[in-house]
């Protein structure tokens, strides 16, 4: 299949992504990062109600296509990742682990009850303006306020003026609703089957590991409270025969010493959970500062000690951790963006936008995760492009898939973006 736009990093087809999966040659991607279709027909999207994302086939010519050890991740529905993350595992992947994005400002989108059951007995029930009315708890007060046309403009509903009134059975359920407001979204986090070890699978196909240094969490805190804090290590009451070595304990105490300095300058380890910045600020509201104390080594009983408890006092041989202060939301990764992606970050070409866009910091954290710079990244729903801007970004290549020709020139505007930031050049397009 020839290539709707080619050029050093990104290949775009358009056309159906089985069509163009079966084209690829197996073992040729090092990771997948998509954002299919959630299946919940979202704006009455056909798109979004294929059943595409649940097809084992699609996952299988993803398998495919991996190289062996190459991580997938794929975003889903908080009501239907399940189905997803089923239909990935029953193509051979293994399902390594899920990441919450969690975000502050999601609309609920939930069916006012007491509304409903007004419409329903004041003989509007039926009326499908007046369903969708109720659904979202508003009152009916007239057409042009919500902007539907006729030949003059507006298009007449018959609820024109018409306020509706609670009835006795709907004021019994006032404040009932269908749904909870929405603020995170599951990733599914798979593999393909590595072949060998870890490290043979690392050395032979550059896949089966996680970036984590490249997707730290950055901070300014003293660290040092895990490996070297007191009695830690000792807990469950055994004596090492090495603890008697004083050379040993001093050479265990430096490449502590050394593992916390290297964590304290690339940052915190990073989470299966990913929060936007209103969701931090959320969480360190509800925990309020935090702080971790200052510890030394000590003895701190006859069975249970330190493992630089006996060395307290020997400069040489003691070691300290360091108390660190703050909100919760210091031990994840935040990201400067809106909860949605900002309007910056929405193409929209002669009035065409995409209804779902992810954020493109979060995408780029989640390409530099599974991929080495210079990898080869697979997205088989691209939608209005965020995963291939991402990728050119981060010096990786991209692999894209799109359907929809509506959403091919938000792809288009996106790969033109970096360019007028002089990041790369176009190449021919079809």
Known sequence: MKPYYQDDLVTLYHGDCLDVLRELPEN???????????????????WDASGIAFSTEVWSHCLRILKPGGHLLAFGGSRTWHRLAAAIEDSGFEIRDSIAWLYGSGFPKSLDVSKAI?????????NSVA??????????????????????GRRDTGLSGYRLELTENAQAWQGWGTALKPSFEPIVVARKPLSGTVAGNVLEHGTGALNIDACRIPTGDKLGGGSTTRGQR???????????????VAANAERSRASVARSEELGRWPTNVVLDEHQAEALDQQTGVLT????TGTRTSDKTRSVF?????????????YGDSGGASRFFPVFRYEAKAPTSERPNVDGVQHPTVKPLDLMRWLVRLVTPVGAVVLEPF???????????????????????????????SRLRKPLQQGLFGLGAGA
Not at 132 to 146: H, L, N
Not at 234 to 248: E, F, L, S, V
Not at 309 to 321: I, L, M, N, S
């Open 309 to 321: 408890g006996a060395f307290k006092g020997d400069p040489e041989r003691e070691v300290q951790t």
């Open 382 to 412: 691209a939608g209005s492009g965020t995963t291939a801007e991402a990728c050119v970004l981060e010096d990786r290549r991209c692999i894209a898939i799109e359907r929809e020709a509506d959403y091919l020139p938000l792809i288009m």
């Open 131 to 152: 369903q969708r009315k109720a659904a979202m708890g508003g009152d009916y007060v007239s057409s042009e306020r919500r902007g539907n046309r006729d030949g003059a």
């Open 234 to 248: 000792m807990k469950d009451g055994w004596h090492r025969p090495w603890m008697d070595d004083p050379d040993m």
């Open 28 to 46: 040729s991607v090092d990771a997948v990062c998509t954002d299919p279709p959630y299946e919940l027909a979202f704006m009455g999207k056909g």
């Open 292 to 295: 971790s104390g200052l510890f």
């Open 118 to 126: 007004a419409s329903t007995e004041s003989g509007h029930g039926g």
